[in-house]
């Protein structure tokens, strides 16, 4: 049976190994059947096909009766899968409120004494995302920015991550972090300008430099993503270093006009 690539990246995706996948899709195709019958048409071994086939029963992807001293096995509804993924995600969102509850406790028991890490690089989009997420782990306070909106939204090289950065603007306002950004003036920034209210923006304008990267100061950290080109970034966890560069944003800050945008972009 030939399948689109979508359905076999979904079910991989979910968990399910690729003899167990080849299990579930052919008891879906061939409704229930023996064991025999099972590993015939999924290419596997009895003995393998039947310990594929328990493991999926005690997951409740596959259910099982005994007819006249046979056992057949039967695929549940494919839109079981989305109850299990719906149930895992309320057991993480307890654990991850368990945990959130106890990190003050945590942080009391360490060690100050004990070494950090200090500097952490990324790498990939995979990377990039996790270095966006990061800054909206400090609360209540602003991302104090430096850089050129048309550089750092890759559109072109990676849509997908294109997308999801603005989506996680969206969320970070929604977070209540504002964005306070000394910013080269580009069609993407203008477009950003537009939004700013909405997305919780404010802009300066600086004129005549090349910022081919992006610099993000939260807290007692620095960010440096570099996402035109090469994918990588770094995060430098230091509280001296982070207020230094704050300053300095600050007071440059003082110095700057504010944004104008081209006249053909619409006022938000």
Not at 144 to 173: M, S, T
Request: charged letters at 25%; aromatic letters at 10%.
């Amino acid at each position: 049976m030939q399948l689109p690539e979508s359905i076999l990246k979904a079910l991989l995706g979910f968990g399910l190994t690729e003899p167990e996948m080849s299990v579930y899709l052919t008891l879906l195709e061939l409704g229930s059947q023996p064991a025999s019958i099972v590993a015939k048409k999924a290419g596997l071994k009895r003995g393998h096909c039947y310990n594929v086939l328990e493991a999926l029963t005690e997951r409740s992807i596959v259910q099982s009766i005994e007819r006249h001293s046979v056992k057949y096995f039967t695929a549940c509804s494919p839109s079981i899968l989305l109850n299990f993924l719906d149930h895992r995600s309320e057991e993480l969102a307890v654990k991850k409120r368990n945990l959130l509850e106890v990190i003050p406790d945590l942080e009391r028991i360490r060690n100050p004494m004990t070494v950090q890490p200090k500097v952490r690089f990324f790498q990939g989009a995979d990377g990039i995302k996790e270095i966006y997420e990061d800054t909206l782990r400090v609360k209540n306070q602003p991302l104090y920015a430096v850089g050129d909106f048309d550089h750092y939204f890759p559109k072109e090289q990676d849509k997908e991550l294109n997308d999801w950065i603005w989506r996680y603007c969206k969320r970070r306002a929604k977070n209540g972090i504002w964005y306070i950004g000394i910013v080269n003036k580009s069609p993407t920034t203008d477009f950003a300008f537009k939004h700013r209210a909405g997305e919780k923006r404010k802009f300066k304008m600086l004129q005549g430099v090349e910022m081919s990267v992006e610099v993000n100061i939260y807290g007692n950290k620095v960010a440096i993503i570099s996402s035109s080109r090469d994918m990588v970034g770094i995060i430098i966890e230091d509280q001296p270093t982070a207020d230094t560069l704050r300053n300095f944003h600050q007071a440059v800050w003082k110095m700057l006009p504010e944004y104008r945008p081209s006249s053909s972009c619409p006022s938000p």
